[in-house]
């Protein structure tokens, strides 16, 4: 973010960003249809970009550019969506957050044009810094060693019942983790981004930056305390202040801090409902060591090797919280115990 804001974005940078787009672009073949979803307030130098690499491997791609979502995890436009349901691939590359809580994405991914559920590549909120310089920089071999930290990460969650995460800033918050399918979390979060399945050739899903391992609560088990320390998808930048959620009982009952307290509030009860206020969202710690600190950029804070971010609302994973919004924050340097004698991190240093 340092880079930008002394110095622009100058559309030259095109050249570097064809090059940070090789990994997530490596197995794209000629004959794949895709469907870019964006906005007008994202940088068109980076749809570009993606247009370009999909062009150059024989892809076909679709671009829909629509005017900004008010808030994040808002449905794209219908005719995007419509669009949307016919392509393999579906990339979200819009300044908005997108998540399968909405009518609109869950449509997509579950119909995928006849063909069941369609991947879609998460990489919303990019910037250039974040390609070039930053977390999207990752090599092969980071993100292979990346999806082998969350390969054990997700080994422990799938033997346990219980999560206890603490933090300096006073997080304090313990949930049941049980019920997933027996080693569910190893296998998902140590697979490679961006891959074709051996059996049906189709491409896989995948984010970029690449680098989280996340787990769901039970609904109603969460109590406790989080602080979002660092940042969230809303008020936007590096925060001066942070936001502490008193949670009870699965459900977020009391909200305190400065004027980012406020601003979270407002944004709550102006785009979400009831269910927006429980934990469903993941518990989720970043593992991508090119995320740098305090850039105040979701997209790259939620990566960044050591910080979780903590969503409340609609919960992907288990399906049992739907709301009209999902809002994520940052908690910077984590200490994460699994059935009180686990140890997966401790002050942001993945132990496991």
Not at 185 to 206: S, V
């Amino acid at each position: 973010m340092e880079m930008i804001a002394r110095y622009g974005a100058p559309a030259t940078r095109l050249i570097t960003l064809l090059k940070s787009l090789d990994y997530p672009l490596r197995d794209v073949r000629e004959g794949d249809n895709f469907v870019i979803l964006t906005d007008d307030a994202m940088d068109p130098l980076i749809w570009q970009a993606t247009m370009a690499g999909l062009h150059s491997r024989g892809a076909e791609a679709l671009l829909c550019l629509y005017p900004r979502r008010r808030y994040h995890c808002a449905d794209p436009s219908p005719l995007a969506v419509a669009a949307a349901k016919e392509a393999d691939v579906v990339i979200a590359l819009t300044t908005t957050a997108l998540n399968s809580g909405t009518p609109g994405l869950r449509a997509i991914r579950s119909e995928g044009g006849g063909r069941g559920k369609t991947p879609i590549w998460l990489w919303e909120e990019l910037n250039q810094e974040i390609l070039i310089e930053g977390g999207g920089s990752a090599t092969a071999d980071e993100v292979a060693e990346m999806c082998e930290i969350q390969r054990r990460v997700g080994a422990v969650y799938d033997r346990g019942t219980t999560i206890h995460v603490t933090s300096a800033s006073g997080t304090d918050l313990e949930a049941d983790i049980s019920g997933y399918p027996a080693d569910s979390l190893a296998d998902r979060w140590g697979k490679i981004p961006f891959g074709r399945d051996p059996e049906t050739r189709k491409l896989g899903g995948g984010t970029w930056p690449f680098g989280e391992v996340h787990v769901e609560p039970k609904p109603g088990s969460a109590n406790g305390v989080v602080v979002w320390d660092q940042t969230a998808h809303y008020p936007a930048g590096q925060w001066r202040n942070s936001v502490r959620l008193q949670v009870e009982n699965g459900r977020v009952v009391d909200i305190s801090g400065g004027i980012e307290a406020r601003e979270v509030r407002y944004y709550l009860e102006t785009y979400g409902d009831a269910n927006t206020l429980k934990l469903g969202g993941e518990i989720a710690l970043g593992t991508n060591r090119r995320c740098p600190p305090l850039t105040g950029a979701m997209r790259s804070e939620k990566k960044r090797y050591g910080a979780m971010h903590l969503g409340i609302g609609h919960g992907a994973d288990r399906g049992e919280v739907n709301s009209t919004l999902r809002l994520e924050g940052i908690i910077d340097q984590v200490t994460i115990v699994v059935d009180g004698e686990h140890v997966v991190a401790k002050d942001g240093d993945i132990l496991v």
